[in-house]
């Protein structure tokens, strides 16, 4: 069955780091999605994709990039991991339909100490 | 302004009653819209598409007032299991392209 899948499923950094989140998925989707979940915000947008080589901010990308090098896997990198960026991050990916479902994964907990 | 807002709840109720959720979106253009379901600390699932005519899935009915730009979520006979957040998405285009927009939840609580 095709699935989306993210890791590490938890993870601990220290403020100054650079840290890269994975994503990858079976479902051959042209789009591909990075959000945070905060308490009060609900998912926010990060970076999105819509093919390989193609990349897009969202309403929240500072301190945040990706790259999509192949239809499969859009990393989330942060450059040098801030404490404001304690969070839950999902990856979903999405036919580029816009009746379609859009997939998640399982979700990355984020926390820079 | 909020692209999609949505009252956080939380809402309080016991088996049986029946709980609506509103969202309100700003873009007059959006075309389609989503409610999804979210379990603590699980990723969001997709409940129900909402369609212009609006639609029903056992004892939950998904409604679009375009005119006043919200759609809705009814839940009939609440049960212990539907306790969780509803998250409601709309689609909009960017330069051809489709993007998913998501308030950010209300809460369900259902008690005995």
């Known amino acids: 069955d095709a699935e989306i899948t993210q890791s590490p499923r938890h993870k601990i950094t220290e403020t100054g780091r650079q840290v890269t989140l994975a994503c990858h998925q079976t479902?051959?989707?042209?789009?591909m999605f990075w959000y945070r979940q905060d308490l009060g915000h609900g998912l926010r947008l990060i970076h999105y994709?819509?093919?390989?080589?193609?990349?897009n901010k969202g309403e929240v990308s500072d301190g945040y990039s990706v790259s999509r090098s192949n239809t499969e896997d859009l990393p989330l990198t942060l450059e040098s991991a801030a404490s404001s960026q304690t969070s839950v991050y999902f990856c979903?990916?999405?036919?580029?339909?816009?009746?379609?479902?859009?997939?998640f994964g399982q979700g990355t907990r984020l926390t820079v100490v | 302004r909020k692209e999609v807002e949505q009252d956080p709840g939380p809402f309080n109720v016991p088996e049986g009653a029946t709980v609506a959720f509103n969202c309100t979106y700003s873009?007059?253009?959006?075309?389609?819209f989503f409610w999804y379901r979210q379990d603590c600390r699980k990723e969001p699932k997709l409940l129900m598409s909402v369609y212009s005519s609006g639609n029903e899935d056992g004892r939950f009915t998904a409604q679009l007032n375009r005119a006043s730009q919200y759609i809705s979520l009814l839940i009939r006979d609440s049960k212990l299991s539907d306790s969780a957040t509803y998250l409601c998405?709309?689609?909009?285009?960017?330069?051809?392209?489709?993007?998913?927009?998501f308030g950010a939840g209300t809460r369900l609580a259902v008690h005995p």
């Open positions: 994709s819509y093919g390989v080589q193609d990349t």
């Open positions: 998405a709309v689609n909009e285009l960017y330069g051809g392209y489709n993007k998913l927009i």
């Open positions: 479902w051959n989707h042209n789009n």
């Open positions: 873009n007059s253009a959006s075309q389609s």
């Open positions: 979903a990916s999405r036919k580029d339909e816009q009746n379609t479902e859009a997939f």
